[in-house]
């Protein structure tokens, strides 16, 4: 029985999933997890990745204890940063987090002289000051002169396990470098961030076998001979995989630290309405496109959680916000203040305030503005997406750790008018391990491994509640014009 690892890494922490298939049925085991997050350190915030690789093999030494000798493995993790590796092969410093502020003023900077439909029409990639693009952009200088090659976080990562380098293109189309048209590294977006094309892994595409963990890392650590394929190396190009999705006209949302609201293509959209939406062609598994919206997440709610010192779990937060009414306040989600304040609730607290609205006080009146307005963003984006596709979405599936707020689900369900589909909340170590499946030919293609997943796990539906906030969405919209006007 072939046993496949799944190593799956978000901002605030890490697991090793052990999967494989018993009675037709996927059976999915976590083995492993450890924190994550970045701390400053040489003037910005950046993550410490030696702690993540030694935590994937402190992952794969368990799996060894268990009597596996053998395994495949896959990584994931989370987009836009990046490491720089000098000419010896060792990293120049520990990478940059993308919630760093150096990039704050980048898009404006960088586009004074080379237009924004320019880049889009090129990439059909949105803009947010965090792609790496604007990261490149404010870099060292004399640090990337003193690069050899740029590797995007689980490239690198694969590249310390195996000693061979890759740049996988799910992950590398959120660079905001990557032609659409060429399917290779924009030449004029390169040389205006001063780097070069050959500075970055020949590009390949997820499901491609990248090598045997080396040799030295038996020699220190007892871990099981890993064969290691370059899957689906972004998070979300993960989770979309696994989402269980059937027909035409359905959405999904990849809803944890960040929510990623759209529909899977089979050709990109980057036309004036996609632009003007600020909507991502970024790119999938197997020649489709992730045509998407970035929506803050649950980061605002985790935040809140470790601001009241962890003394809540994530079901008792749910469980308190279901005390109160819904829509007390209108917040607009998306706005670069919750990106990274030094305090989440007090900057709630402000917005309310200076929006001349009630100021949620207590943890249940907290959370609740948390979950209905995330609920009636989802809502306004799937109008949004419905349009620019020219056809509305009767469905929408809800997968990651926010497919388990029921509250949530339920509102979004009512306002957007559509039937939501939630779970797997495992949907990106299930996509990690789908195409791992596929490159080893235990599963012929994506439609047959949603299959297996919708028989695997338990999914639960939601459907609108008739006749319930058929105002709240229309004044939410209005609202949301009236503070871009203000901003």
């Known amino acids: 029985m072939q046993s496949y690892v799944a190593v799956d890494i978000g901002a605030s922490s890490g697991r090793l999933m052990l999967a494989n298939v018993t009675d037709g049925k996927l059976q999915l085991q976590e083995v492993h997890r450890f924190s994550n997050g970045f701390t400053e350190e040489n003037g910005h915030d950046r993550w410490n990745i030696d702690h993540l690789i030694n935590e994937i093999f402190s992952g794969l030494e368990k799996i060894k204890k268990m009597h596996i000798d053998h395994v495949r493995l896959a990584i994931d993790t989370w987009a836009v940063d990046y490491v720089l590796v000098g000419n010896d092969g060792n990293k120049l410093d520990d990478p940059v987090s993308y919630r760093d502020n150096r990039t704050c003023n980048a898009i404006k900077d960088l586009t004074s002289d080379l237009p924004k439909e320019y880049i889009y029409e090129k990439t059909g990639i949105q803009f947010q000051d965090f792609n790496t693009l604007y990261q490149l952009f404010t870099e060292d200088k004399a640090k990337l002169a003193k690069t050899d090659k740029i590797m995007m976080i689980p490239d690198y990562i694969g590249y310390v396990l195996t000693g061979n380098a890759v740049t996988e293109v799910t992950n590398a189309s959120t660079t905001q470098m990557l032609s659409l048209r060429e399917g290779l590294f ?260 994506i439609a047959q491994g949603r299959q297996l997943v919708a028989k695997s796990f338990d999914l639960k539906t939601y459907e609108p509640e008739v006749d319930q906030y058929n105002q709240v969405l229309t004044d939410y919209q209005a609202f949301l014009q009236k503070v871009a006007v203000v901003d």
């Open 186 to 445: 924009d030449k004029d977006l390169l040389k205006k961030v001063n780097v070069y094309p050959d500075q970055f892994p020949r590009l390949v595409e997820a499901g491609t076998w990248l090598g045997n963990v080396s040799h030295k890392w038996h020699m220190r650590y007892d871990i099981p001979e890993t064969e290691v394929i370059t899957g689906t190396t972004h998070d979300t190009a993960s989770a979309v995989v696994g989402t269980p999705g059937k027909g035409e006209d359905w959405a999904y949302i990849s809803s944890g630290t960040w929510s990623l609201l759209g529909a899977e293509l089979d050709t990109p959209e980057n036309g004036l309405d996609a632009f003007k939406e600020n909507y991502t062609n970024e790119w999938g598994a197997y020649g489709t496109y992730r045509f998407l919206k970035n929506i803050m997440g649950l980061w605002i709610a985790q935040c809140v959680k470790k601001e009241y010192d962890n003394q809540y779990s994530f079901a008792d937060l749910a469980q308190l916000a279901g005390e109160e009414k819904p829509f007390q306040q209108f917040i607009d989600v998306n706005d670069k203040r919750f990106s990274n304040p030094k305090n989440m609730i007090q900057e709630l607290q402000n917005y309310c305030q200076e929006t001349n609205q009630k100021v949620p006080e207590t943890p249940s009146e907290i959370m609740m503005a948390i979950y209905s307005n995330l609920s009636l963003f989802y809502a306004n984006e799937l109008e949004k997406l419905g349009h620019i596709l020219g056809h509305p979405i009767t469905t929408l599936n809800i997968v990651g750790g926010g497919s388990n707020v029921a509250l949530m689900n339920q509102l979004t369900s009512t306002l957007a008018k559509v039937k939501v589909v939630a779970g797997p909340s495992e949907a990106t170590a299930i996509g990690n391990i789908l195409v791992q499946m596929i490159t080893s030919g235990q599963i012929e293609n």
